[in-house]
């Protein structure tokens, strides 16, 4: 079985920082791309930010010059460091990992339970 936990969410003022983390644990041989999405009270789910298994990255523009996703192999997990927060970035954070479990399963895509992000003075 495959998990996917986030941590680091909580509650900051405006312009402050956060690093949230998301680490797989379980059964897998191999995880290529990650990424983060949030959901805000009465939206959809956005995706926020993606990289790759060679560590190309892509942006939400929302995000572009404020947020940092990075990623550790060795540890099996991706991290996005959260700058200049804004209260409109107040929002449940998604970790997602695209995972094989085998070398002859598809690759498939997983989600964590989701952190809390709340920018407010």
């Known amino acids: 079985q495959v998990q996917l936990v986030e941590s680091g969410g909580g509650l900051v003022q405006p312009g402050g920082s956060l690093r949230l983390s998301c680490a797989a644990s379980?059964?897998?041989?191999?995880?290529?791309?990650m990424g983060w999405s949030r959901q805000a009270p009465g939206k959809q789910r956005e995706s926020v930010a993606s990289?790759?298994?060679?560590?190309?990255?892509d942006y939400a523009d929302s995000v572009k010059g404020r947020f940092a996703i990075s990623r550790d192999n060795a540890k099996n997990t991706v991290y996005l460091q959260l700058n200049g927060l804004k209260p409109e970035d107040t929002a449940v954070y998604y970790c997602?990992?695209?995972?094989?479990?085998?070398?002859?399963?598809?690759?498939?895509?997983?989600w964590g339970q989701g952190t809390q992000v709340t920018v407010s003075s």
């Open positions: 997602n990992a695209a995972i094989k479990t085998t070398w002859v399963t598809a690759r498939r895509s997983y």
């Open positions: 990289i790759t298994g060679d560590a190309t990255t």
């Open positions: 379980g059964s897998f041989v191999s995880i290529s791309a």
